[in-house]
């Protein structure tokens, strides 16, 4: 089991850029054995929807709605993954949630954390 603290939302005016972070912490055994990190994003009233993963052998992936815009980094030396917005727009309004998905399919998710962006 991996326990996920995500931090860095707020409220943006549109245009403007936030950095997400997502810090993991678990036994050795349970870091080492995370395959894939996503950042994922639930609006109100909306269904809960991929934002951007990237594997443990970094290849990233974008949901088409913010390609070119937001970049998922990670920092292994931290455990810590990364979500770098720009160019924000209020459609990207929501709650962004990490995931972590360990080898043998376990996945945890952390609390959230809500991004705002004004027009």
């Known amino acids: 089991q991996v326990q996920l603290v995500e931090s860095g939302g707020g409220l943006v005016q549109a245009g403007g850029s936030l950095r997400l972070s997502c810090a993991a912490s678990?036994?050795?055994?349970?870091?080492?054995?995370?395959?894939?990190w996503g950042w994922y994003r639930q609006a109100p009233g909306k269904q809960r929807e991929l934002v951007a993963a990237?594997?443990?052998?970094?290849?990233?992936n974008y949901a088409d709605s913010v390609k070119g815009r937001f970049t998922i980094s990670r920092d292994d030396a931290k455990n810590t993954v990364y979500l770098q917005m720009n160019s924000l727009k209020p459609e990207d309004t929501a709650v962004y949630y990490c995931?972590?998905?360990?080898?043998?399919?376990?996945?945890?998710w952390g609390q959230g954390t809500q991004v705002t962006v004004s027009s």
């Open positions: 990237i594997t443990k052998g970094l290849s990233a």
């Open positions: 995931k972590t998905t360990l080898v043998m399919g376990y996945a945890d």
């Open positions: 678990g036994t050795i055994f349970s870091i080492n054995s995370i395959n894939l």
